[in-house]
């Protein structure tokens, strides 16, 4: 299918490894521009050299942390600076940490919110002008089945992801008529780095292997397995592609089936 991103500039945030990266893979193959952003500017290069490698397609890496607005603006100005614009913004951020309500302090909350919610915020006001003056332009952001079905333990991630998701859904309806779409895509257990952190600090919590937490996961999962980057990826490219210009205010979670909702 062809999905008509060739020549489009994409901003990815987050994307030096898991499903950022894995997304962003799949829109260079796709043919579009990348402008890519994560905290760890080694691991960002070695992601953004192998792509280059791969694909051929243009790619400027941003070293920058999207909790802080001043990062925020440095990335979206050089992929402007490089590329005269930005069509798609993939917004992500790694996931704040695990814990119960009682143990969480006011400062992890505040740092949370900066990363999870205002980040995805800034994001999309920084980016917003261009894709309206020129009537074109795809909002992604990369949120959890938490909010759908809320996880054990990840109260930050549950409460957070869902504002972002009000965010959205809310935006979706103010930018339609410049054609602008705004949905939201929702990964479930799948094998990223992140979700290899997570099992072995749950699994050390219950005192057994990581291996056998993780299948306690793959229980819960119809497909009874982890899921794949590869495989999220492939609706995140549909879903900011002109393919999916009448598609908006929605979020589709990736999951293999672990929700249990009708909707």
């Known amino acids: 299918m062809e999905l008509g991103l060739k020549g489009k500039v994409a901003l990815v945030a987050a994307a030096s490894r898991g499903l950022g990266r894995a997304v962003a893979e799949e829109l260079a193959s796709e043919g579009a521009s990348l402008v890519l952003c994560a905290r760890d500017a080694q691991t960002l290069t070695e ?31 050089s992929g402007i600076e490089r590329f005269g614009r930005i069509d798609v913004l993939i917004t992500n951020a790694g996931g704040p940490p695990a814990g119960k309500f009682e143990n969480l302090t006011r400062e992890q909350w505040e740092a949370a ?18 894709m309206k003056e020129r009537g074109w332009g795809r909002i992604l952001n990369i949120t959890s089945i938490a ?35 705004v949905n939201n895509i929702l990964p479930g257990y799948t094998r990223t780095e992140r979700l290899e952190e997570l099992a072995a600090m ?3 919590k219950q ?24 495989e999220f990826a492939a609706l995140a490219a549909f879903l900011v592609s002109e393919r999916a210009s009448y598609i908006t205010g929605t979020s589709i979670q990736v999951d293999g089936g672990w929700i249990r909702s009708l909707l």
């Open 47 to 77: 992601t953004s050299d192998a792509i280059v490698r791969n694909s051929g397609t243009a790619v400027l890496a941003v070293p920058a942390d999207v909790a802080v607005v001043s990062d925020v603006t440095r990335v979206v100005n």
């Open 207 to 230: 005192g057994i292997s990581s291996a056998e937490f993780k299948a306690k996961w793959e229980k819960e999962i119809p497909m009874k397995r982890l899921g794949e980057p590869r």
């Open 147 to 181: 909010v759908k079905q809320p996880v054990e333990d990840l109260i930050l991630s549950n409460s957070l992801r869902a504002g972002v998701t009000g965010f959205a859904r809310t935006l979706a309806n103010e930018v339609a008529t410049y054609g602008i779409t």
């Open 113 to 130: 919110t900066r990363l999870t919610l205002y980040s995805a915020i800034e994001l999309a006001r920084q980016v917003l002008p261009g």
């Open 202 to 204: 749950m699994a050390e």
